[in-house]
């Protein structure tokens, strides 16, 4: 990619509240090692803000991932996945 900088990192929307950052490493290590695997919460109150980050070690990986997962239902929602940029 563009400056030798990997699309590795998947940002994940639309995530049911009910998903787990253990759920979330579950339903993408099909697709390669899950490095991490993260659902951004509430700082007050815990809860889930509806979306998350799972990276991987390589663009093959995640590629494979996004093409794999991108509007597929997880935990009764359909998620949507974009790569992320350098932000965390």
């Given at each position: 990619m563009s400056n030798g900088t990997a699309n590795?990192?998947?940002?994940?929307?639309?995530?049911?509240?009910q998903t787990t950052d253990d759920g979330l490493e579950a339903a993408f290590m099909q697709y390669g090692t899950v490095q991490e695997a993260v659902i951004k919460r509430d700082r007050?109150?815990?809860?889930?803000?509806?979306?998350?980050?799972?990276?991987?070690?390589?663009?093959?990986e995640?590629?494979?991932?996004?093409?794999?997962?991108?509007g597929r239902e997880?935990?009764?929602?359909?998620?949507?996945i974009e790569y992320?940029?350098?932000?965390?």
């Open positions: 590795t990192k998947l940002r994940i929307s639309n995530l049911s509240p007050d109150s815990g809860k889930s803000r509806g979306f998350g980050f799972v990276s991987f070690p390589s663009e093959q995640s590629k494979a991932a996004f093409l794999g997962m991108n997880l935990y009764g929602s359909h998620i949507e992320s940029g350098a932000q965390v």
